[in-house]
């Protein structure tokens, strides 16, 4: 029986992104020793997506994205400004509405409001 997924995201500066995602996305978490804080993420689902053989910008072989969802973006990003987080501009897809949240490492991490039907309460 599978009991859930863990995620792993390599950052230039893992403290500074850990500090992030505990302060700023107030993600709990438990620190499996030395420092190492391994976070309680949000329900979590997965697609898989047709790779056409040439990657673009800002994609991966497996695993390629990470996504934090909400269910109203503008005012997510309106409290995380709040906080000294950038983004990029909000970008309107066929699946919802998107951007991208600077991390303290350089790296990012996508965040959207989904126009879709999710699977996260089934």
């Known amino acids: 029986m599978i ?3 863990h995620i792993l995201l390599y950052s230039q500066n893992s403290e500074a992104d850990r500090a ?9 978490s438990v ?3 030395g420092g190492w804080l391994i976070f309680k993420l949000p329900p979590a689902e997965a697609a898989l997506h047709p790779d056409d053989g040439e990657l673009k910008p800002g994609q991966h072989q497996l695993p390629t994205q990470f996504y934090l969802m909400c269910d109203n973006l503008p005012s997510l990003i309106k409290s995380f400004e709040a906080k000294k987080v950038s983004f990029t501009p909000i970008a309107q897809e066929r699946w919802g509405t998107r951007t991208t949240i ?3 490492s350089g790296g990012e991490i996508g965040l959207y409001q989904p126009s879709h039907p999710t699977a996260l309460n089934l």
């Open 102 to 104: 600077k991390l303290p």
């Open 20 to 28: 992030f995602f505990r302060d700023i996305l107030q993600l709990r």
């Open 31 to 33: 620190d499996a020793g």
């Open 3 to 5: 009991t859930g997924a």
